[in-house]
DNA sequence: ATATGTGAAGGGTTTCACAGCC
DNA sequence: GGCTGTGAAACCCTTCACATAT
């Protein structure tokens, strides 16, 4: 399996639970803009609209971080920038490589939330020797055969894997073995890697396909409960299957239509 | 709030859990995989192993389905790759259209792991004149200008928005009101959007301070369940800690450690 | 003998609603 | 009066373990 086990037991002292966590980055942006435009205070529900979640929750998840809020008034904000960031772990310095400049490697390497946040791209890494010394948002790439080096003399913990997905798993095994314990994986593939290091990934065309189911459902509400033929979604639809679709070169399936199943 | 309500009531008929469908994806990539290896047949065991995931779960999701295995045997690859592919809705063309062609755009624009489901990047739209006519991925940049038009003559009813913060709720309400119900979203804002419209949001810098959150955990296990300073992480870190931090002007808390909140 | 399909148990997350404090 | 902080309820998701089918 990838990731080991999927338990992650290490701490457990003061448990924030997971989902928690993934929200704090989005209460830390609204927050940071509140800041830019010196509000001195918010309230649960305010701050809980321009982050696009519920109050309830959002109160529910600062009470995990201790007690931050005043009753009958409301957040300071500044303060809470400060202790969300905190604990993030985005008041010390996260050095980071990227490896794969390609197109996507490129745009991360431009990308901005990056460097006003904790994050300083440390280096960009590229098999291809062609690459080697082109400056990319401001930054010479290096060669693959400098990658253990890199990493070492930059205590780099964080690596961004922007490969394709044949060369991922490689690139990850070289990385972890460096020393690099946490990885963001933009690459199409189930990364295995040891215990003690965390992958997230980021699959563009999963979240296509998420936004693909719901949008068959919504087409085929308006001519009820049915999966009906393709083109019969609601809109005027458009160019009739090309079809490149890959699917399958027989299909056991009756025909092409609402199985129906619904368990009991 | 964002999105409207976060029920969705809508369909109800023949539920489908939404963790279940966020997975149906890396079924179908493990099953295209095995599929091109000419491989027959799988079972959970072997299938779970090859999308990371844990075979109970994954018996489970496919229950949702139907009964599309054989005791006993396992299931049948291309049978499975049919039906999730049917019931994701990939078998029919999907027309997309990009905004925001910069690096983000751009890298987008040539990935491959569209094409190969059922997307197709019907159009390239850019704010930018310069940008106008100019090939990217072999498709021609178009003006802003042109959005309705666009998503009009093709039916487009998926969206991927990759422009810069500023501009993207603007995009989204042109996109909205051209008739796009399913938004991709990887500008850092949140998008408030009419019922009925899907948005499913990316976030580079989000998924990095999740890892960042971890990462401080495991340095700050070394030396015992506290907060530490910066640069108390385990490996030799780097550059002590900017501090850019816009700390606050005061704290109320403790200091600035372990609130060991921990409710009961 | 082997591997699926699924009730039931368990754990985590969200929402409710109100006590507590300003 | 207003708004936070939080037990308790409701909900969803995962995992277990075994009946069921080949």
């Known amino acids: 399996m990838a990731t080991g086990r999927t338990h992650r037991p290490a701490t457990r002292s003061r448990g924030i639970p997971e989902a928690t966590v993934a929200r704090l980055p989005l209460y830390l942006r609204a927050l940071t803009a509140l800041s830019e435009r010196s509000v001195p205070t918010v309230s649960s529900e305010e701050l809980a609209a321009a982050a696009g979640v519920n109050s309830a929750k959002l109160r529910k998840d600062f009470s995990y971080l201790g007690s931050y809020g005043t009753r009958g008034v409301g957040y300071d904000v500044e303060y809470l920038v400060y202790q969300i960031s905190r604990e993030l772990g985005l008041t010390q310095d996260w050095p980071v490589v990227i490896v794969g400049i390609g197109n996507l490697g490129a745009a991360l390497a431009n990308y901005g939330g990056f460097a006003s946040r904790g994050f300083r791209v440390a280096a960009l890494i590229d098999a291809d020797p062609a ?105 005027p639809a458009a160019v009739a299957a090309a079809a490149e679709a890959a699917v399958a070169g027989e299909r056991k399936g009756p025909d092409g239509d609402v199985p129906a199943v619904m368990p009991a």
Chains 1, 2 share one sequence.
């Open 131 to 235: 690459m080697a010394g082109k400056p990319v948002a401001g930054i010479a790439v290096q060669h693959t055969d400098e990658l253990e080096h890199i990493i070492e003399s930059n205590g780099v913990s964080i690596g961004v894997i922007a490969t394709p997905a044949g060369a991922a798993q490689q690139v990850c095994d070289r990385l972890v073995a460096a020393g690099v314990t946490s990885i963001l994986n933009f690459a199409p593939t189930v990364l295995t890697v040891p215990d003690g290091v965390d992958v997230r990934k980021v699959d563009l065309s999963i979240e296509l396909q998420i936004l693909a189911f719901h949008e068959q459902r919504k087409a085929g509400e308006e001519t009820g409960p049915e999966g009906g033929a393709p083109t019969t979604s609601g809109r």
